[in-house]
Structures are given as C-alpha cells and as structure tokens.
C-alpha cells in the first residue's frame, strides 16, 4: 500500500462517524480534500499523506506516535506542525498561537497548513452561496473573527517567503470577505 493509500485508511478510520462543523458532510471530505488541493499543485506524496492526516492528532483518537510509527518522524512532524497544541486554550489564543507559528514554521507545514485554510475558505464560500448569511451562525466566533483569523493566517504564512497555493488562499479570502459578499 502506498503512503497516499495508508494516510487514506488511517484518516478515515480515525475520523468514521464524525461530520464537518454542523453539516451532514462527512468529516473525511476535508482532510481527502485537502491532499487533492496539494497533490494537483504537484507536491509530493508525503505532503499529500500529511494532509491528509493532518486533523486527526487533534480531533481523533490517534496520536503523533501512531503517526510516527507508520509514517516516519517527518510526517509527523508536518502533522504536529498543523495540529493546535491545546484544545484547553481559548478560541483566540489557539488561533493567534496558529498565526504567529506559521510566520517561521517549516515549508512543508506552512504549504499543508495553507491547503486546510483553503479547503475551509472554500467550503464556506460553497456554503455561503446556498445558505447565506446563516452560514455564520455555525461558528463560534462569527464572521468578523473568521476574517480576522484568515487574513492574519494570509500575513503569516508569506511572512518570509510565499508560494502558489498562498495566493489561491488569498484570492479565496477575497472572494468570502471582499466587496462580493459584502453587499
């Protein structure tokens, strides 16, 4: 079984029965479509693997050492790299923790960590066309927070050196947050 395969499997296992923040999607779309965005811009299988596991140290069950034993310590690495290091900390801490870390992370977490940003700024857009304004409500922080959020993950990431998917991010931010939304 390939790297691309096994992250598949594990992922999926680890992630059955849980559902994206107040949908009926299946939580697994994310982290599968997060390796697609990656794996169409050309980078390697390990980067692919990483984003697909990426979420499930945090949300599941699975720890960096399982990562680490089935995958080697670079992979896990990448995937610690995206993961909040501690769920007790509030909304805001976690996340200007998330943005300050990325501004000198590795190039391999802040290109993963940019694909989930991507993939989440695009299914609100998705969300948005069908739901409106109610897509807000199924965040915690509504809508000026995820602004906020999302343009400092933008400042971050580019903060030392920037990258194709970075400006998909940015266009896509444009689009949810910019003048088209915001009639």
């Not at 680890?14 to 559902?19: E, L, N, S, V």
């Not at 995937?79 to 923790?97: F, I, M, N, Q």
């Not at 990325?102 to 299914?123: F, G, M, W, Y």
């Not at 409106?132 to 933008?154: A, L, M, T």
Request: net charge negative; charged share 30%; with cysteine.
């Amino acid at each position: 079984m390939d790297i691309i395969e096994k992250a598949i499997v594990m992922a999926s296992r680890a992630h059955d029965g849980q559902y994206r923040k107040r949908t009926k999607t299946p939580y697994i779309s994310h982290p599968i479509s997060v390796g697609l965005i990656l794996m169409k811009a050309g980078y390697r299988d390990e980067l692919v693997a990483a984003a697909i596991l990426h979420d499930t140290v945090e949300d599941t069950e699975l720890t960096l050492n399982d990562i680490e034993q089935t995958f080697g310590r670079t992979l896990s690495t990448i995937v610690e790299g995206c993961s909040e290091p501690d769920k007790s900390l509030t909304w805001d801490e976690r996340k200007e923790h998330t943005i300050e870390f990325l501004k000198t992370a590795p190039e391999d977490i802040r290109v993963v960590s940019c694909a989930d940003k991507l993939h989440n700024v695009q299914s609100i857009i998705r969300d948005f066309e069908h739901e409106g304004d109610q897509v807000w409500e199924r965040f915690n922080r509504g809508k000026d927070k995820q602004e906020w959020y999302y343009r400092s993950i933008i400042k971050s990431l580019g903060f030392e050196s920037t990258f194709p998917l970075l400006k998909e991010l940015e266009n896509a931010v444009e689009i949810l947050f910019g003048d088209k939304y915001n009639l």
